[in-house]
């Protein structure tokens, strides 16, 4: 991913282990996507992917554990891509949220679902919900120290992306990383819930929800053994730049609080 995501050098690298994580190894030569996200159905692999540039939701398949891989089938075209984020699956259904749309502001999230009883590889056996974009920043809850029109920053423009999708207790939550003033007001997170009926896929936002970490892009995973859900943070240590240090990194190209 990254920001410069037109880079045409980007590329999905698959690694696999044998060991339970402690060595690893590549398993196919590098695939000339981004993005990638990696579900396994029965003995096979398959990987959701984007197209250089944030264009489009890809599938590809595996049998024979990564080494080599199909050509890609197109399940949906168009500006989408995601982070590699949390993914659910409920009453055998498959989910994942990526982001659509525009940029900053007007980034949409939307889910797909598929019936993990169907061919993951065909379009038909996918499912998208209805759009929602970033309801707004409560006033309350911005400080307008990097104001939109400053020119400063184009995280000044606050939106939400890079979504994870979680299985709480059959409730589908889509929880997103927010960037919120410029990250003045970090740790906050903006969250969805989706309700599907089988046929429709109704996605509403939901509420503002304190999560250390949340400005920046994390990953959510569901532990059976603890019953917990798990994922590693950056807590910010100057977001509110007491220091006066930003005005350094602006003049070296860092743009943001």
Known sequence: GGENANNTNYAIHVAVSRDAGRS?????PPLPYMTATPFLVDDTVYLL???RGRRDVLILKSDDQGA??????????????NAPTGVAVHNGVFYRAVGTG???ARIETVVLALDLKQNPMSPQSWRKSNPVTYPGTPKALDRNLYPGGSGLSVFALDHWLEPNISNVRGRLMVTHRTRIDGYATAGLTAICELNDSGEEMKLNFTQFYPMSGAQNKFFIIYDKKSDLFWTPVNTPTDNQNSTGWDKELWARGFLGG
């Open 24 to 28: 690893w190894r590549e398993a196919a």
């Open 49 to 51: 992917a984007h197209r």
């Open 68 to 81: 080599t891989w199909s050509e890609p089938v197109e399940l949906y075209r168009g500006p989408y891509w």
């Open 102 to 104: 525009g940029h900053g």
